[in-house]
């Protein structure tokens, strides 16, 4: 996948490709339908599938304090985009240049610089200075042009308490800071990926004969506080994976930490990249009475990590329309 930056970037794509704009946030199943929608129509045009998305969120420079934690770290939204078939990536920074442009001069680098065959996008799809345009304001400008536009429906699943949902980023981070990864790997069609770099923790851990990786991932949507099953691949291989997510109540800690216990693993993850799938959640957080509960519990999560890491996320789906 080639990655473009800045509106210049715009100006890189291959006339005639077919474009969708949006955050991409988490390349959830509402996100897969627009790109395969988007595969179909290369197909048929003999060009290129190309998206368009803000990287960090606009909201960061708009309105910090109401700016979304992310769902997929920009590394991981590029090789979830790659994996599914994007051939070109315009990565826009929100810059005061490109946040005022009006939905107009928006739509006019897209018509005269870009020159799409088509446009893909959601119903509540907005642009431009205060999101101004609109789906509509779209559809009436490519009226009559050479532009093609598409307009796809949200994707509806059901949850696993049979609840009918629209898929959507902000739903996804309220699942997952629940801690309902089940309904989250729903929404997203696979396990939620925590990735981050593992730095020093307290070594605590392998004095218990459990050694944890400590992620640094608290940009992320992080789940709520509990013990996780989950895996994780390192070197080709995948480790079913305990995780905790929390203070360490057992030795009174203060500061939130993700640790993960890859079962069978013995190496060193020291300064390494790693993303683990959290696929299940296994139980609350609580402080032990000593190390030998603390122990006995540990190994109990190990069996359980074990058997839920084997969970198919494509069997969690309920509905796929």
Known sequence: MNIHEGLDGFRELPRGSVLSIGNFDGVHRGHLRIVELGRELRAQCDGRLALATFEPHPLTVLRPEKAPPRLTPPALKRSLLAAIGVDDLVVLPPSREILDLSAEDFWTILREEVQPA?????????????????????????????????????????????????????????????????????????????????????????????????????EQVVPADGVYAGRCMVDHTTYPTAISIGTLPTFDGKQRQ????????????????????????????????????????????IVESRERSRLDPSRMIVSKD
Request: proline content about 1%.
């Open 118 to 218: 088509h446009i893909i996008e959601g119903d509540s799809f907005n642009f431009g200075k205060d999101r101004r345009g609109t789906i509509d304001s779209l559809r009436d400008w490519t009226r009559g042009t050479s532009v093609e536009l598409h307009i796809v429906d949200s994707v509806q699943v059901a949850l696993l308490d049979m609840q009918l949902v629209d898929v959507n980023s902000s739903l996804i981070r309220f699942l997952v800071e629940q801690g309902r990864m089940r309904d989250a790997a729903i929404c997203l069609g696979r396990p939620y990926t925590i990735e981050g770099t593992v730095v020093e923790g307290n070594k605590r851990g392998r004095t218990i004969d459990v050694p944890t990786a400590n992620i640094d991932a608290l």
């Open 258 to 301: 993700i640790e993960a216990h890859l079962v069978g693993f013995d190496g060193d993850l020291y300064g390494r990249k790693i993303s683990v799938d959290v696929i299940d959640w296994i139980r609350d957080q609580r402080k032990f009475d000593g190390i030998e509960s603390l122990k006995s519990q540990l190994a109990r999560d």
